[in-house]
């Protein structure tokens, strides 16, 4: 089982989500006020220690001698950070509308990101490491959660200008209700709302694509500029095929053209990512966000919307361009994701950032990491910085839940965790580590006396495995979709917290569609 080597609130999406230089979801809110109750070991809080050339790290052993505990290579599990959350959004849309999601499009790890944590915040750039867990049965399996936190944006709100180059699907399937409308409107307000030093470009694609507004500094707030803008945006309408290799092409060009030193560049797709015309496949359009990424620092934000979606392509698309996606379905789901839990600013925390856990082979047996399929790294890659990880922003958290079996006596401790990731301004690599003992996975799962965000995170994971591949094994501890529906209910009366209240509805809502089946 061992795995050793994921209208105006859409303009508030844009305004606030779009802004994050890379990965961000509301897994990247604010401080939870539940209670820390069961906290384990936590690493430094701090900025992070330069990290030029790996080491082996020495630690004491139960008798305070020094011994070498250079990771076993067998023992351990490297991915790149990631905190999408399309992929739960689109569960909940599918679950909604009477149909279980396609299993391939569940992500467990999206489903976890999808919910705030608790976690203490470093300062300055760079991130805090948390370490936790509990047991998932009585047969040495447990369940560790691995933390990792940034610090929040300023309260002055201050950041750099933006120059943002938006991708408009004008197909036919965007005249559905909810997207092309939604997408006009959400533009319309952003354009105001944005500040005088920030600069916009428009391409709009159909089956071919054309760039209806270069990069424009927006200026005074009743200037042409944005007058120009808004006539643009007023005369979108929805036509013909789906072209989005031509889309992605034209917007690029015209992201790279419109390039401004000292700004956030990045390439905001708003679409359903239905490819039917000219290159379809990801492999093929990724291509150009390759060349842009690494030449411009160009990133990509991708912004899902509609009943049929091309998940697959979308994740595929932002995870290549060093970015993130998120599903609309609805303007209150976005203005309770985007604008509630999200800083509205544009600075990087971290770029390139990698996780790598080193389980101790004294007590741990086998472990699996629970998600992030699409984002293992190999393991010898972890110090190799020109192999990509996530570009993380202000006030993010990233979870990582792994199955562990323990030794029986198992004692002292079973793992270390370490995020390594480059400055964002002076690019130097810099590392920060926490550790978690055996004794700190040794409350039962569903108890009180557990962390109340530990308990929904499990709840998360559980619930995405129950909807994934049905060819995959049982996960140790997994209830019932009626026995968890309970636990989500309980969970969401503890928390008070309305997201968990929506997955307890979406839980009851799939129990009753396997009933069915």
Same mark, same amino acid.
């Given at each position: 089982m061992r795995i050793g080597s994921a209208g105006t609130a859409l303009a508030a999406v844009l305004?606030? &989500?779009?802004?994050?230089? @890379?990965?961000? *979801?509301? %897994?990247?809110? /604010? +401080?939870? $006020?539940?209670?820390?109750? &069961?906290?384990?070991?936590? @690493?430094?809080? *701090?900025? %992070?220690?330069? /990290? +030029?050339? $790996?080491?082996?790290?020495?630690?004491?052993?139960?008798? @305070?001698?020094?011994e070498n505990t250079t990771p076993d290579p067998n023992h351990l599990s490297t991915f790149a950070l990631d905190v999408d959350t399309a992929s739960y959004g689109y569960a909940r849309r599918s679950l909604q509308e009477g149909r279980l999601?396609?299993?391939?499009?569940?992500?467990?790890?999206?489903?976890?990101?999808?919910?705030r944590q608790n976690?203490?915040?470093?300062?300055?750039?760079?991130?805090?490491?948390?370490?936790?867990?509990?047991?998932?049965?009585?047969?040495?399996?447990?369940?560790m959660r691995v933390g990792l936190a940034t610090a929040q944006a300023p309260a002055s709100g201050e950041r750099p200008p933006a120059a943002l180059t938006f991708v408009v699907d004008i197909s036919g399937s965007m005249g559905e209700p909810g997207r092309l409308d939604l997408v006009k409107q959400s533009l319309t307000t952003l354009t105001g709302q944005l500040g005088p030093d920030d600069s916009i470009a428009l391409v709009t694609f159909s089956d071919e694509a054309k760039t209806v507004v270069p990069m424009t500094r927006l200026g005074a707030r009743d200037g042409t500029a944005r007058d120009r803008i808004l006539e643009a945006v007023d005369t979108l309408e929805p036509t013909d095929s789906t072209n989005l290799d031509a889309g992605i092409r034209t917007g690029y060009d015209t992201a790279v053209r419109?390039?401004?030193?000292?700004?956030?560049?990045?390439?905001?797709?708003?679409?359903?990512?239905?490819?039917?015309?000219?290159?379809?496949?990801?492999?093929?359009?990724?291509e150009r966000i390759t060349d842009a990424r690494r030449d411009h620092g160009?990133?990509?934000?991708?912004?899902?919307?509609?009943?049929?979606?091309?998940?697959?392509?979308?994740?595929?698309?932002?995870?290549?361009?060093?970015?993130?996606?998120?599903?609309?379905?609805?303007?209150?789901?976005?203005?309770?994701?985007?604008?509630?839990?999200?800083?509205?600013?544009?600075?990087?925390?971290?770029?390139?950032?990698?996780?790598?856990?080193?389980?101790?082979?004294?007590?741990?047996?086998?472990?699996?990491?629970?998600?992030?399929?699409?984002?293992?790294?190999?393991?010898?890659?972890?110090?190799?910085?020109?192999?990509?990880?996530?570009?993380?922003?202000?006030?993010?958290?990233?979870?990582?839940?792994?199955?562990?079996?323990?030794?029986?006596?198992a004692s002292g401790r079973i793992a270390k965790a370490t995020v390594r990731w480059l400055d964002p301004d002076s690019r130097a690599p810099r590392e920060e580590s926490g550790t978690v003992a055996a004794s700190d996975l040794d409350r039962d799962l569903w108890s009180d006396e557990t962390e109340l965000r530990l308990r929904v995170d499990a709840a998360a994971t559980y619930f995405a495995h129950s909807l994934g591949d049905a060819s995959k094994a049982t996960l140790p501890g997994e209830p019932s979709l009626t026995e968890l529906a309970t636990l989500t209910r309980q969970?969401?009366?503890?928390?008070?917290?309305?997201?968990?209240?929506?997955?307890?509805?979406?839980v009851r809502q799939a129990s009753a569609l396997k009933a069915a089946e």
């Open positions: 305004t606030t &989500g779009l802004l994050l230089t @890379g990965c961000g *979801g509301p %897994g990247g809110s /604010a +401080d939870s $006020p539940d209670s820390a109750k &069961g906290k384990a070991n936590q @690493g430094v809080t *701090g900025g %992070g220690s330069t /990290a +030029d050339e $790996p080491a082996a790290s020495v630690a004491p052993d139960a008798k @305070g001698r020094k999601p396609d299993p391939i499009s569940v992500r467990p790890e999206e489903f976890v990101n999808s919910f976690y203490p915040r470093p300062e300055g750039n760079g991130f805090s490491v948390t370490m936790d867990g509990a047991r998932m049965g009585h047969d040495g399996w447990r369940l419109g390039t401004r030193d000292g700004a956030t560049n990045r390439v905001v797709l708003l679409s359903d990512a239905l490819a039917n015309t000219g290159r379809t496949t990801a492999d093929a359009i990724l160009i990133t990509l934000f991708g912004v899902g919307v509609g009943s049929d979606y091309g998940d697959a392509l979308m994740e595929q698309l932002a995870d290549k361009g060093d970015g993130h996606t998120t599903y609309v379905s609805t303007p209150e789901d976005a203005r309770k994701v985007f604008v509630q839990q999200l800083p509205a600013n544009v600075e990087l925390r971290a770029r390139d950032a990698k996780a790598q856990v080193a389980f101790d082979e004294k007590n741990v047996t086998d472990f699996r990491l629970l998600g992030y399929e699409n984002r293992r790294v190999a393991d010898d890659d972890f110090r190799d910085d020109r192999v990509d990880g996530g570009e993380i922003g202000p006030g993010h958290t990233v979870t990582a839940l792994y199955a562990v079996k323990l030794r029986e006596g969970l969401a009366d503890e928390t008070e917290d309305a997201d968990v209240r929506a997955m307890a509805e979406a």
